[in-house]
């Protein structure tokens, strides 16, 4: 059962007032049966929704120089920060404590991405290489070179832990697929005209998503290299961030019009919007919250963190701590946790925890 089935195809604008019968990862469910209710009590409103209180539980520091991605493992026991500095640090979640720093490349990080098994992680740098780290030696296994310049993005195919697929986007404008396990580029795409800024697969790796500063939105078959579906965000909207959701029949887009789309990309209609953050000017990340109640995340310009929820769009939490722009955000695969990066006059990361949540 696919678990967003059933999701109204309404645009953004009717779709003002609705809420989807189902978000991702959520079963399909009927309409419960109301219950009679004693006299003089008031009924509750029908719209309320629980909302999240995430607190503050770590704060880590050690990069001196801007922070550009913070990603969970797949096995939820580790975090990775990546910087300007040209170090990848892993940490433990769980404590806040630094784990090991990953040292090789010559120039600043903008990328960093876990494999399926959580044995090995990604990274793309300005000196137009990404290198594959074995993570618990520390050492680089291969340093994968094709890029005619800086490597802004990364990511694996996760679904399949048997699968060494991965995917990245360059400043010269191409998407490339590599065997990482042999170490070798298996297919170039020329997809954009710009900066490619993010590249994801979906759930069954079989499409790749991407996005870059012409504006344009692309969906790919990984296997034939064929641009299947194109979106604009508009000319006032440039897409800085792209992903699938997590039953893969959505993407979620941040632009620098301030505004995160949902899209349903077979029809290629934006479903719902999410405002309320400042995104002008910075590649900032954004990305599902769906281990309890379904939240969209975001970093923002103005050095919070913004949390909505999926289906009425209603702004439930905003976290307060960095003193800089937070560009990057990831949330725990099982846990309802939340890890945030900022920049230059912050450089930390910080681990937030919703109340009540267990966290080992």
Request: glycine share 6%; with cysteine.
């Amino acid at each position: 059962m696919d678990p967003l089935a059933g999701m109204d195809s309404s645009t953004d604008d009717d779709a003002a007032s609705q809420t989807t019968e189902d978000d991702p990862q959520l079963p399909e469910r009927t309409q419960p049966v109301p219950l009679p209710q004693p006299p003089h009590t008031l009924q509750p409103s029908s719209t309320t929704r629980a909302k999240p209180h995430y607190e503050l539980r770590h704060t880590m520091r050690g990069h001196t120089s801007s922070i550009s991605a913070v990603k969970f493992s797949p096995d939820g026991t580790l975090l990775a920060s990546c910087s300007n500095d040209r170090v990848v640090k892993i940490w433990s979640p769980f404590t806040g404590e630094l784990i090991r720093n990953l040292n090789g490349h010559t120039k600043g990080l903008s990328d960093i991405a876990w494999s399926a098994d959580s044995v090995y992680l990604a990274s793309a740098s300005d000196d137009h290489t990404i290198r594959l780290w074995d993570v618990d030696s520390g050492l680089t296994t291969r340093v994968l070179k094709g890029h005619s310049s800086f490597v802004f993005c990364v990511n694996y195919n996760v679904t399949d832990k048997a699968s060494t697929l991965l995917v990245s986007g360059g400043c010269d404008g191409d998407v490339r697929i590599w065997n990482a396990g042999k170490g070798k580029c298996v297919k170039t795409i020329h997809a954009h005209v710009d900066y490619v800024t993010a590249v994801h697969f979906n759930k069954d790796g079989g499409l790749i998503v991407s996005c870059a500063c012409d504006g344009l939105i692309r969906i790919w078959n990984a296997t034939t290299g064929q641009c299947l579906k194109t979106l604009a965000e508009g000319h006032d909207a440039i897409c800085q961030h792209v992903q699938f959701s997590p039953n893969s029949r959505y993407i979620l887009s941040t632009a620098h019009d301030s505004t995160i789309r949902l899209w349903d990309y077979q029809s290629t209609r934006c479903l719902k919007t999410y405002k309320g953050h400042k995104n002008e000017k910075y590649c900032i990340a954004a990305c599902f919250s769906v281990t309890g109640d379904k939240w969209i995340v975001s970093g923002s310009e103005d050095n919070k963190v913004w949390l909505w929820d999926l289906q009425s769009r209603e702004v439930v939490q905003v976290l307060e701590g960095h003193n800089d722009v937070v560009v990057a955000v990831a949330t725990h695969p099982q846990q309802n946790m939340i890890a945030s990066a900022s920049m230059d006059s912050d450089l930390s990361v910080r681990l937030w925890v919703d109340r009540g949540t267990s966290t080992q």
